[in-house]
């Protein structure tokens, strides 16, 4: 491979991380594993907040950000889990990681919409996309926005039924 070729690859590649033995998502039991995949697993999150049910899909590698598909592919598996571990709510987020406790291991945290759940104010506050588990529709919440018809002062993303994915 020529020296053009690998420095293509290392600009391509997700940014690996050698893991710290300090990574608490690195060092998560096997059994708190709700399901393993390939790439990832998938756990209950250590602090549930008040919430019934609150799920964190990881990579399985220390790595900090990961390519496109990669992402896409975190998004359908969380989705399909959640379908199942969510069906007792109407509506269910994946929240982006801005308020992430360990920023450098690429996870996604999703959970139900209580508002009675302590961190209820937070998750105002923070990108989501939110899964209606009866409609089959997926919008996408960004805080802060100036779109008329939303109660939270949210702007919420065009709604696609998730036949459309």
Known sequence: MSNEEQEN???NA????VAPQV???CNIPEQEVLVEYQ???LVRTKTMKG???RLMLLHKNHVRTLD???VGEAYLLLMKAGSNFFSYTDKWA???PVYATVPGHWHRVASDLDENAQDYNQILKTPRMIIDNHNGTI???YPNGNVSGSSNGASVGKRRPWRDL
């Open 9 to 11: 690859r290392k600009v």
């Open 14 to 17: 997700p940014e690996t991380i």
């Open 23 to 25: 990574c608490s998502l």
């Open 39 to 41: 790439r990832w697993k």
């Open 51 to 53: 919430h019934k049910e």
């Open 68 to 70: 496109e598909g990669s």
């Open 94 to 96: 994946i929240f982006e």
């Open 139 to 141: 919008s996408r919440v």
